[in-house]
């Protein structure tokens, strides 16, 4: 695991089920339905350990058989609850590529976003997919990715007045 992760993040993705089919969504059906098990499963997993550990922070439902996903994340700041729809289609190279995570709601609101409202996760995420490929899935994108992303980016938006909390 990448050495920028606290322990409590390691100790979290840890628990996440790898998933072990090689498949995505211009495979066989049957390779890709087993894959999307896999997926369903380990989102079941991660979601149960935040709701556990009171730390659950989104809901997310497949579109498209698999190949499209969208959700709401939140994120506390200061006792603020910051609420965002996000989305992202699965690459036709997945698993070999993470998929982009949009927030579009906040496109052009923070330089850690590129056009669309695709979150940046080129520098810490990207090479650590590459690394876990085929065995990270959508739970490890949100943990790894997203989860990090917000905490780091939703108390600068907040502080430069660019997003308020919904009411």
Same mark, same amino acid.
């Given at each position: 695991?990448? %050495?920028?992760?606290? #322990?409590?993040?390691?100790?979290?993705?840890?628990?996440?089920?790898?998933?072990?089919? $090689? *498949?995505?969504? =211009?495979?066989?059906?049957?390779?890709?339905? *087993? =894959?999307?098990?896999?997926?369903?499963?380990?989102?079941?997993? &991660?979601?149960?350990? $935040?709701?556990?550990?009171?730390?659950? !922070?989104?809901?997310?439902? +497949?579109?498209?058989?698999?190949?499209?996903?969208?959700?709401?994340?939140? /994120?506390?700041? $200061? @006792?603020?609850? /910051?609420?965002?729809?996000? =989305? @992202?289609?699965?690459?036709?190279? &997945?698993?070999?590529?993470? #998929?982009?995570? %949009?927030?579009?709601?906040?496109?052009?609101?923070?330089?850690?976003? &590129? =056009?669309?409202?695709?979150?940046?996760?080129?520098?810490? @995420?990207?090479?650590? !997919?590459?690394? $876990?490929?085929?065995? @990270?899935?959508?739970?490890? *994108?949100?943990?790894?990715?997203?989860?990090?992303?917000?905490?780091?980016?939703?108390?600068?938006?907040? %502080? *430069?007045?660019?997003?308020? +909390?919904?009411?």
């Amino acid at each position: 695991m990448a %050495e920028s992760w606290d #322990p409590k993040t390691k100790q979290t993705v840890g628990k996440i089920p790898l998933l072990t089919e $090689n *498949a995505g969504p =211009r495979d066989a059906k049957e390779k890709w339905d *087993a =894959r999307l098990k896999q997926e369903l499963q380990a989102l079941i997993t &991660y979601i149960q350990m $935040n709701k556990d550990s009171d730390t659950d !922070w989104f809901t997310i439902q +497949p579109e498209d058989g698999g190949k499209a996903w969208k959700g709401k994340c939140w /994120y506390v700041h $200061n @006792f603020i609850k /910051y609420e965002f729809d996000f =989305r @992202f289609d699965v690459p036709a190279t &997945y698993p070999a590529v993470a #998929p982009e995570i %949009e927030l579009p709601e906040l496109e052009g609101k923070t330089a850690k976003m &590129y =056009r669309g409202g695709k979150i940046c996760l080129t520098i810490h @995420f990207k090479p650590l !997919w590459a690394k $876990n490929s085929p065995h @990270f899935g959508f739970a490890h *994108a949100l943990c790894l990715g997203l989860a990090p992303w917000l905490a780091a980016e939703v108390p600068y938006m907040v %502080e *430069a007045g660019v997003i308020q +909390p919904k009411v």
